[in-house]
């Protein structure tokens, strides 16, 4: 009778050496070391923010005054406004680190314990400066009920900061140094949070350089729209109520087409990205219906996205250099303004980033 064959180890049917796993292995204990190093320092700084009571009293002045945040009125009069929520709270953490916009910061012992990169970014931004002179960034840990008297929404997830308004300056705009802006998007009239939040978080996502919004648009710094734009907020400058035909204007003499996003265009969106990506080959093409001059998708451009409910009205298309149409190739009537816009500032986007030369 044949002897059974003893199944070889683990260790060597894999065919890694001995050495590998001893590297393995050390690893980990260096892990375990730094944590068990880092625990007390994350501890400490715990405390340090827990001093000298948690925030346990929903209707005490502070928590009062931050509630109020939740209105345009309060906003306008403090400088102020609301973040809520772990990814929005992260960004303004990262953003204050290169620029001080924060004032304060107010979190729950489960979301200090659940988000570990946010307790380091909380750690890092305790004790720097505000935007006001003098004045250090406020810290404190509070119960949930104190969260959720402050915050505006139903589950604020832990967190909450509150940070000063961080509009861009039309002096910054053009010039030597400048921001020079080649992808703009301008909420004409946008009244819906969410959709002006959306729009906020996609020009985010596309790389664009400014967002405006014309009067009669939404508060970007409603605690919806913040909550809406996942922290976008604190990476593109954006300036609001801005009169629309004179910037138009001033956009225009940079050398920036200004198309206006309407169903109803005389150009093809689809027909305008194929000719674009044509010349960027140096293949001879010619220019859709509607186009003018030798305007491709990779030029300078700031699109504009209307009202909800009647879209662009007569001035805000005349304002435009030309207008673009969206194709709907379904049965639906037309594309909600936050889809629309994400496919218009794609396609510029791409356009502007293509590495094919003509």
């Known amino acids: 009778m044949l002897k059974r064959r003893e199944r070889p180890s683990a260790l060597f049917e894999c065919g890694r050496p ?38 346990s009293n929903p209707q005490a002045d502070r928590v009062r005054d931050i509630a109020k945040l939740r209105t345009r009125a309060a906003r306008t009069k403090k400088g102020q406004f609301l973040v ?82 961080v509009d861009a300056s039309f002096s910054l705009l053009w010039g030597e140094g400048a921001l020079n802006p080649k992808l703009i998007a301008v909420l004409s009239r946008v009244q819906d949070p969410g959709n002006a939040g959306t729009i906020l978080r996609v020009a985010g996502e596309a790389g664009a350089d400014l967002v405006i919004t014309t009067k009669g648009s939404v508060d970007l710094y409603n605690p919806k729209t913040v909550r809406s734009t996942a922290g976008s907020l604190f990476h593109v400058p954006v300036i609001q109520g801005v009169e629309l035909e004179d910037f138009a204007e001033d956009v225009k003499s940079q050398g920036t087409a200004v198309l206006a996003a309407d169903g109803y265009g005389a150009v093809n969106l689809q027909e305008l990205a194929e000719y674009t990506a044509a010349r960027r080959a140096g293949v001879e093409a010619s220019a859709p219906s509607g186009v003018k001059g030798n305007f491709d998708l990779s030029k300078p451009t700031m699109w504009l996205f209307g009202n909800e409910a009647q879209g662009l009205n007569a001035e805000e298309k005349a304002a435009a250099t030309m207008r673009v149409a969206v194709p709907v190739y379904g049965s639906a009537e037309s594309l909600n303004v936050g889809t629309a816009a994400a496919v218009c500032l794609y396609a510029s986007a791409m356009a502007q980033r293509s590495t094919t030369l003509s």
């Not at 007390?40 to 009571?53: C, D, K, Q, Y």
């Not at 916009?101 to 970014?121: P, S």
């Open 18 to 55: 001995l050495s590998a796993y001893l590297g393995i292995a050390l690893v980990a204990v260096l892990r375990f070391w730094v944590c068990l190093c880092l625990y007390p320092l994350r501890v400490n700084f715990f405390e340090r923010i827990s001093t000298p009571v948690v925030m």
């Open 84 to 165: 809520e929520g772990p990814q929005a709270v992260r960004e303004a953490l990262k953003a204050h680190l290169k620029k001080p916009i924060l004032d304060a910061v107010y979190v729950t012992e489960a979301a200090f314990d659940r988000h570990e990169d946010i307790a380091e970014l909380l750690e890092q931004v305790y004790g720097t400066s505000t935007p006001e002179e003098g004045r250090r960034v406020f810290m404190r840990v509070v119960t949930d009920e104190v969260l959720e008297a402050m915050a505006d929404s139903v589950s604020p997830q832990g967190i909450i900061a509150v940070s000063f308004m």
